[in-house]
């Protein structure tokens, strides 16, 4: 492979301008795109698990959908709108994130970035695509398929951006195809739709805040790297098409992935939420219903969707990580980065396969990345909003030493899951008797937007 920073959009060159700017002769691309980057990662089982958890948290299955719609809903729409900020820029959403947090203060979200997509994602996807793998094919054992799965995702991250654009739009029509089988396959099996007889007819909400706010993590957790695959698209490309083909790439694939999930699991265990809690191999739970031969090439599906996955989210780790302003004295530091962040979401990974409670580790992780995803989400719109007409990348990479969206980032954060989280180790003070779940992430994100206004009226750095 040859290395190469002209505006050749050659799938094989290493990509070696890691958080620099992409200048002028470098941009290719088109806004349309943006919407299979976003749609193919999102066709794999920890989509479909995600509805899952609606059986889980004892939802029927209209209750279920509604609140995946609702979560991919609200992290949709600022997926899109951070989404457009790259063309002009030319820089990751990290490299941004310093106008909210200035220059020390946004060690923290790049720090949290690295560690939720570049280790923590990266696991969780290996794990799904490694029971995919072995179920598909047995002989290999989960120690080998462990292994095939971490050197096809790493390798390709390790190239760069334009063979992540190729292999997410290629793979995204294959994807497309099974996908939609599975869809009608699902909604056709005996007892999709039923709703058991409910003990109450009072509305779930705790359970309903849960699903809603594990679909909000999961969807809204792309977004701390939206730029990231924007940011060689035309400085000229359409603002509007580029927002509606990321925002809606995302919460139409999750949406319908996850409903698959609600719909699928309702089926599997007649609605019975403890039944869904004892099922030791989801993968190979969901995938028994289906056709031997169509099922496995729903397992090749889940493969190649959980390393389309990851293939994002040890770049963008990756790219956090460079974002944070660590120095290497080697050219291709953005590609050593990601084989570093590949071992560590390897090893990860081989601790998830050997414990089978994957349902509620899956469940805990979504709600702790939208612990701190929404309120950085706040704070980093509010900024550019109060900011509108400023040059972002000017500002970005001559950060001042700004207090206020740090302040208001970590004081929010606190104060949302000390209040309002509910998980299986805590939860909150406000979250223990009033029946609504976890609201950490709503009350985090209104908390951070509020702080950040009123800190930046009092840090002159946060004006500039």
Known sequence: ?????????????????????ISA???????WHLFTVWTTPNLEFATVFVGALAIGFGLNVWQGLLAVLVGNALAGITHGILSTWGPSAGLPQMVLSRNAFGKWGNLIPAGMSTLVAGIGWFAVNTVSGTFALQALVPGIGVLGALAIIILVQVGVAFVGHNLIQ??????????AVVWVIVIVVVLSQKGAFDVAAAASTAFPWAGFTLTAGAAYGYTAGWTAFASDYTRYLPENTDKKALGLAAGLGNFTSTTLIMGVGVVGFNALTGGDGGAFWGIENPT??????FNPAFASIVLLSIVIGSISANI???????MSFLAMGFKFGFKTRRAIMVLLAGLAGGLLSFAGVQNGDVAHQLDSFLLVVSYWVSPWIAIVVTERFLSKGKDAQARALAPKNSWAGAAAFVIA????????AAQVLYTGVFAKDSGLGD???VVGFVVASGLYVAFRSVDSNAKN
Not at 3 to 21: F, L
Not at 284 to 289: G, H
């Open 25 to 31: 002769g470098e941009r290719h691309g088109k806004a």
């Open 413 to 420: 954060t606190a104060f949302s899951i000390w209040g309002f």
């Open 1 to 21: 492979m040859n290395q190469s920073t002209s505006g050749s959009a050659k799938a094989t060159s290493i990509e070696v301008n890691d958080v620099a700017p």
């Open 312 to 318: 994002l989210n040890v770049y963008s780790g990756a």
């Open 439 to 441: 609201l950490t992430a």
């Open 166 to 175: 190729k292999w997410e739009r290629y793979l995204s029509y294959f994807q």
């Open 284 to 289: 190979a739970a969901f995938t028994a219903e």
